[in-house]
């Protein structure tokens, strides 16, 4: 019954499911609170009150069709030029509502992008380690994923493979800092560095490439680092922003594309987003959550970016102290840990031992390290470090 | 910028758009209340106060991480366990939530499902009159839509037709009863002789084939007439349910997949279901509004029904009553009349003279006739009567 293009996805989404099942099963065993969970990118700060308040206020100060009916397919006019004085004011740009279009998520985003832009077989470049699920979007366009291999000193884009791997296909480059799974930003160098050479490249093969920057995590970074806005260093930018991390409303799929004037045909790509948002099913992003948004952005509701930040000091110092060996996270929820031993599911196996649930860093086509989610209970994080310990002492680390 | 597939839909949207700005021209000139605007399928009737209640409900007693945060990609379970019981107890079916997908609404779970079931030239069949965006649902996923075309006499599907149109080709077909642009229901026995066909063709050709049922209407039939429910009569019917009519939440988003267990792979089909939904970049069903569903059913809310029948009631008399010609529509909120030339866009043209904005049938695949959307005030309705029968005199009729 199903598709030739589907079938794969299903075949590989059951071993998802038995990793899944096994925390089940270990929680059923030793009680929940003695499985360590660190394996889910799922926020574990609560939405900020404003949300709630937003809501009420929504509910009593406007009108009932207007809040749950169709609006323009980008969202409504006024939450629009909401969020662009918002990006005006924080990043001195100088967006309009007409370069805003709301989306179900960024990663509907990110759809709605591929879709507008790619014929089959064009190429989209993404840096290892990357989220796979860029692969299952970039090939429902029949594009072709490229992939660019890790740079292990410091997770930062290896950009002289990078330029020898664009070619007269590459259609879109995909970046995501701060980054899933490193929790690396690209500061400022990096992004004017990645720039020049994709204007380099646009002339050499007289091409337009589309540097789409993925950003679920911009709000979430720490120790004052800044994040740089790309569509300042290059012309066809297009950002991917979500709210699902920076106001905890995952389930709500509420986000927005950011299509600057600058971009090539900027009118028409907005159009044609506008229409991909329309035919892939979304229509329009859910409604009340929109107003939220703009009441959100009004009341300046932000995350408890310090529950993460004290999560993220005591995992890293305590994973560090037992002698494991990773770089320190600047920004998202995630710590990426070297691991012990070459085949990093073999350690994943072992940490399981300990009821430590991690993943396997070839699930973002970077083998020999795992990811760790520290979006959990800071006490998870002080219960975990016993079995941390048992862990590093069969590797000789501690 | 565009790519090949997207480039064709911006041309068209043009058009619309052309249109949508005369609508915006004539009301500065007449002003607001003297330009009939019948074009758009937009709910007029306000969601019904148990959604208010509901939001305000689920906001007091259910946990902020719970509504607003990830569940598991098909939905929460007890929203759906809610509506299968719902369905079970309303149709006599035997539903579980394992049958229930939550989707953004019944547009995304047609693209889901076809995205799950077509690959490349495999075709979906359609009943013209239909909804055109089907054949941008379909070209997305490279299927090949074949039309059946309309009958006239009273509009329900061609069976003769449709039974020598079918291939070994065809993997999918879309029905939408109670219909938009006719309001046609389809009787117990139109559904019986279409399963009937199917089940000969699938045995013939031994393929699957599977009929969509696109159900954004289905509480919207007048008269006491009965919408029966397509499960009931063929093994592989799946539904696509939207809250957007039957709640009046358009903006929301909100609606879901049955696939029950009759279906051929019935579980490998929902599991991919649930993959094409997540790589669609829909990730889930928005959470709040899911919560809002259960609440919303086990309150029985229902929309204001009353208002569309009286508007259905009153244009339909008046118009017959001028000399137009059309069927009495027995479900959704459109009229399908006869253009009394037969170039209907020319009596579009010549109505708009009188401020009345109708949508040329052609735009349904079915020239020579119009839709009239009266999902209007009432009000519209009785203001609009003169303009109507200024334009029957200009054709002889009144």
């Known amino acids: ?34 499985v360590y969970d660190f394996s889910l990118g799922n926020p574990s700060v609560p939405a900020p009150k404003e949300v709630e308040q937003a ?12 809040v749950h009916g169709y609006m323009s397919n980008a969202g409504y006019e006024d939450v629009r030029e909401t969020i662009a004085q918002s990006l005006n004011q924080r990043f001195g740009t100088s967006f309009g509502q007409d370069n805003i279009l709301m989306t179900v998520g960024a990663a509907s985003g990110l759809n709605v992008m591929l879709k507008t832009l790619l014929d089959p077989g064009d190429e989209v470049i993404v840096f290892a380690p990357y989220f796979l699920e860029y692969k299952n979007y970039v090939r429902g366009y029949d594009g072709k994923l490229v992939e660019i291999s890790p ?6 884009p290896n950009l002289e493979e990078f330029r020898e791997k664009i070619t007269a296909a590459t259609k879109a480059v995909i970046i995501n800092t701060p980054n899933n799974p490193t929790g690396v930003v690209y500061p400022e160098e990096t992004l004017e560095r990645m720039a020049q050479i994709l204007r380099e490249k646009e002339a050499e093969f007289g091409t337009d490439i589309v540097l789409l920057s993925d950003e679920p995590y911009r709000e979430l970074a720490y120790d004052g680092v800044e994040v740089p806005y790309v569509t300042k260093f290059y012309h066809n930018a297009v950002v991917c922003y979500s709210y699902s991390k920076s106001l905890s409303l995952p389930g709500e799929r509420i986000g927005y594309l950011v299509i600057p004037d600058e971009v090539t045909d900027s009118k028409d790509v907005f159009t044609a987003a506008v229409i991909a948002n329309r035919v892939l099913g979304c229509v329009n992003a859910p409604s009340l959550i929109q107003r939220v948004i703009k009441r959100c952005i009004e009341m300046g509701a ?16 305590g994973l560090k102290a037992l002698g494991f060996s990773c ?14 031993e ?4 073999a350690f994943c196996a072992k940490a399981q031992k300990y009821n430590l649930l991690l993943v396997p860093g070839s699930s973002f086509a970077c083998p020999g390290y795992v990811r760790i989610a520290y979006c959990v209970s800071y006490e ?10 048992k862990l590093a002492k069969e590797y000789g680390l501690a």
């Open 1 to 34: 019954m199903i598709s030739e293009k589907m079938r794969p996805l299903v075949q590989n989404n059951s071993v998802i499911r038995v990793m899944f099942e096994e925390g089940k099963r270990l929680a059923g065993i030793y009680g929940a609170e003695n």
């Open 55 to 66: 809501i009420l206020d929504t509910l009593r100060e406007e009108d009932s069709m207007f």
């Open 151 to 156: 740079n292990t000193a410091d997770f930062q």
């Open 302 to 317: 932000t995350v408890d970016l310090a529950a993460y930040d004290r999560n993220r000091n005591r995992l890293y110092e």
């Open 327 to 340: 770089i320190k996270p600047e920004g998202a929820f995630y710590l990426f840990v070297k691991a012990p």
């Open 342 to 345: 070459a085949d990093e599911k």
């Open 380 to 389: 998870q994080i002080e219960r975990s470090m016993p079995a941390f310990e």
